[in-house]
C-alpha cells in the first residue's frame, strides 16, 4: 500500500477525530454507573466488558490517520494498565 501523507490542519483534525471516538468509546465505561460495551470477536461469542484498556486494544479504525489518533490513545491506556494497573478509562479521556 503506498504511503499517504498529510500535513498541518488537516492531519491534526484527522488524527483528533480517530482520538475523539476512543475517548468516547472508551469513556462510556467510566466510574460506577458506567456502562458496558459489547465486543465482538472473530472466533467465539461477543464480549461484554467494561475494562477500558480491553475496549482500546479492540479498537481499530479503517481510516489510516483515524486511525493512527485511536492507536495513540491505546499505547497510554497500555502503559497505564501496565505501570498502575487501574485507571486506563481515566487516563484515555484525559
Same mark, same amino acid.
Request: proline share 5%; with cysteine; net charge negative.
Given at each position: 500500500?503506498?504511503? *499517504? ?7 491534526? $483534525? ?14 462510556? !465505561? ?9 465486543? /465482538? ?12 484498556? !480491553?475496549?482500546?486494544? /479492540? ?11 485511536? *492507536?495513540?490513545?491505546? /499505547?497510554?491506556?497500555?502503559? !497505564? ?6 485507571? $486506563?478509562? $481515566?487516563? $484515555?479521556?484525559?
Amino acid at each position: 500500500m503506498p504511503k *499517504q501523507f498529510q500535513f498541518k490542519d488537516n492531519a491534526r $483534525t484527522q488524527l483528533m477525530e480517530g482520538i475523539d471516538l476512543m475517548a468516547r468509546t472508551v469513556g462510556i !465505561t467510566l466510574g460506577p454507573s458506567g456502562r458496558n460495551v459489547i465486543l /465482538e470477536k472473530e472466533f467465539g461469542p461477543p464480549q461484554v466488558c467494561s475494562d477500558g484498556v !480491553t475496549i482500546a486494544k /479492540e479498537i481499530e479504525l479503517l481510516e489510516p490517520f483515524h486511525n493512527m489518533g485511536a *492507536q495513540l490513545l491505546k /499505547e497510554a491506556a497500555s502503559k !497505564t494498565n501496565d505501570d498502575v494497573g487501574d485507571g $486506563t478509562t $481515566t487516563s $484515555t479521556i484525559l
